[in-house]
């Protein structure tokens, strides 16, 4: 079965520079979220998109920014980063508001060097 | 890897025997919850989920508990295996309108001793 994909799986940027995640959702998802997690921690949400609208936000940094496009797919985007943005972000995506529940992806590690 | 077992809670058992993580939430009005498990780097992966409506449900070799009254969940591993070896998460999903976003509690490192 297909299964949420993220690109890519692990990024090294410097500080101050510039990131894109990339989220590619299961098949007639229409949602996607995305979520932050630093070491030992549990996953936070970040931000969220249904048929390319942002539907919902959380404790995401004005330097982040997000979309989803028209094939679904979403990117995060992240500017001038800084020591704190490593973490895993993941990518889930659901239908219907998660009432056949919520698929993650593998996630993408972020260091910032 | 990870240092994810510095920072959370741990539970150490025996292979062979059952395991009980416990997870408090925080939202009432959350209708649908969901335990996940995460292993070193990877994402969350599904184990089981339970609605608002009920108080149990079982799958293979796990249960879910719901106490709505004190807003507490818990997840039961039977016969724990060294594979069942990852860091759980309980997540809620909150009712109404379009805020369809998953919380997540804390989570529990399960360590499962050969």
């Known amino acids: 079965a297909a299964g949420v994909i993220q690109s890519p799986r692990h990024l090294i940027k410097e500080k101050r520079e510039t990131a894109t995640l990339k989220c590619y959702p299961i098949?007639?998802?229409?949602?996607v979220y995305w979520y932050q997690q630093g070491p030992g921690q549990d996953p936070q949400f970040l931000i969220s998109?249904?048929?390319?609208?942002?539907?919902d936000k959380g404790s995401i940094p004005d330097r982040f920014s997000a979309q989803q496009f028209s094939d679904y797919h979403s990117e995060l985007n992240m500017s001038s980063l800084e020591l704190g943005d490593s973490a895993l972000y993941f990518c889930?995506?659901?239908?219907?508001?998660?009432?056949?529940?919520?698929?993650f992806g593998s996630g993408t590690r972020l260091t910032v060097v | 890897g990870e240092s994810v077992g510095l920072h959370l809670p741990t539970l150490s058992v025996q292979e062979g025997d059952n395991s009980i993580i416990n997870c408090a939430y925080s939202n009432s009005a959350s209708d649908y919850f969901i335990w996940y498990k995460q292993e070193s780097g990877k994402g969350p992966q599904f184990i089981i989920d339970?609605?608002?409506?009920?108080d149990k449900r079982q799958g293979q070799r796990v249960t879910v508990l719901l106490n709505k009254t004190v807003k507490h969940l818990s997840l039961q591993i039977a016969a724990t295996q060294p594979g069942d070896s990852a860091v759980y998460f309980c997540?809620?999903?909150?009712?109404?309108?379009?805020?369809?976003?998953?919380?997540f509690g804390k989570g529990t490192l399960l360590t499962v001793n050969p």
């Open positions: 339970i609605r608002s409506n009920m």
């Open positions: 998109f249904y048929e390319k609208m942002q539907s």
């Open positions: 997540a809620e999903r909150g009712s109404g309108g379009s805020n369809y976003k998953l919380t």
């Open positions: 889930a995506s659901s239908l219907e508001g998660g009432s056949y529940g919520y698929t």
């Open positions: 098949p007639r998802h229409d949602t």
